[in-house]
Every structure is written in C-alpha cells, then in structure tokens.
C-alpha cells in the first residue's frame, strides 16, 4: 500500500479525508509553501541524510555504476535511468540539476551516508508529479513522489525495507505533504502510469493509500491500462 501522511496544520482535517480520501491536495506554490524550512539534514540510527551536491560526486557516481542493474527503472519502466556507462561528466550535470532544484524548492535529492563513517549509501528522492498532460489525475491525490536506492555496498532487502520506513517517518512528521506515493515500491509502476490518464485508478490508489480499498480491488481497476 502508499503511506498516507497528514499534516493537520496545513491539510484536510482526517475526518474528511476518510469520508472522501479523494478530496483535492492543498496545492502548494513552488511544490513546497515559501514559509516552510527544508530540512538539510536528517538522523536516523546509524545513517544520515545531507543534500546531494557535487562535493559528493565521486562517491554518488562509484555507487550508481556498482549498482547500475539493480537501481535500473528506480523511476519507472520508462526511465532507463541510470544508463549501463554513466560518465563522471553525465553524472555530475546530473548532480547539478538536483542542485538547481533544490535551491529553487522545486525537488529534493539527498545522499544517504553513513553516520558515523561517511561512507556513501545511496540516493532519496522527493519529487514533484510532473506529467505532460493538462490533467494528471494523481495529482489530485498525492502532493509528492519519493524514490530510495541503496548502494551494492550495503543493499539487503531487510536494509532497504528499514531504510524506507525511515524515510517514510520523516516524510510524516517533517515535512508539509499530505499524501505521498513511492512508485515502483508501495505501487506497481504500471499501476501508477495508469492513474496519470484514468480518474477511477487513481482514485483507487488514494483508497488503498486510505486502507478503504484492496490492492487486489485497485488492481482489478487498472487492467484496462496494461
């Protein structure tokens, strides 16, 4: 299932969401609202949190390329993200990016690293739903999307689980969304690339995020779109 986080400051009261889980997110300008402070930092056991900069580049780059088939399609089957050969060059403009946005509140990437050691561990993602479309109808029940991906280095299914949940507490208690999706982890890809053009699929997304739905019951929507 997707992880349901409410702010009650800033969203719709939990007593409404449940009778309409599909109510309208509080759209927010600039993706986050200009009074809230973006955490730069985050702690959690023996792992740490830190923007992503070019300062890492070599050890977000060593761990991207030992890791290239398993973190293939992190953001979908139709994002060939990261490429068999990424170069230093590619990876750094690629770095340069997630800067600009995140200086400009637009996205927020963070490198995951030892706490203690430094050493580098991986790659979290917040992101905005972008879509080509006039109307995207997840947009109507997420306000954002996050991606994890572990290193080789220290991958183990029980590792990323633990670090997902994590990230999911963070995401609840410090940031300002009120719903969140992980595609290709809590939804399957296919099952979200739905929900961009089919209204009932997405609405079926956010009452399983609810828990009011089945992810069989949700499924058995999305058919028609595979």
């Not at 060939?80 to 990424?86: K, Q, S």
């Not at 963070?170 to 890809?189: E, H, Y």
Request: hydrophobic residues 40%; aromatic residues 10%; neutral net charge.
């Amino acid at each position: 299932m997707t992880f349901d986080f409410i702010n009650p400051a800033r969203r719709t009261a939990p007593s409404d969401r449940a009778v309409n889980p599909t109510v309208t997110p509080f759209h927010i300008v600039g993706f986050v609202p200009d009074d809230f402070d973006v955490p730069l930092t985050h702690v959690c056991d023996g792992e740490r949190l830190e923007p992503l900069s070019a300062a890492l580049a070599s050890e977000d780059h060593a761990a991207i390329s030992a890791s290239v088939k398993r973190i293939r399609h992190l953001f979908g089957s139709h994002n060939d993200w990261p490429p068999a050969t990424l170069s230093d060059a590619e990876n750094r403009a690629d770095i340069a990016r997630h800067e600009r946005a995140f200086a400009a509140r637009q996205g927020f990437t963070f490198s995951l690293l030892g706490r203690t050691t430094g050493d580098y561990r991986g790659c979290f993602y917040i992101k905005r739903i972008k879509s080509r479309l006039d109307v995207d109808h997840r947009k109507r029940v997420f306000d954002a999307q996050a991606f994890l991906w572990l290193s080789e280095s220290c991958y183990s299914v029980a590792r990323d689980a633990e670090a997902a949940r994590n990230l999911q507490d963070w995401l609840a208690s410090a940031w300002p969304f009120r719903r969140v999706a992980w595609p290709g982890r809590d939804i399957a890809s296919l099952d979200w690339q739905c929900a961009e053009t089919d209204a009932e699929a997405a609405e079926g997304l956010a009452r399983q995020a609810a828990g009011i739905a089945s992810p069989s019951v949700h499924a058995e929507r999305s058919q028609k779109c595979r």
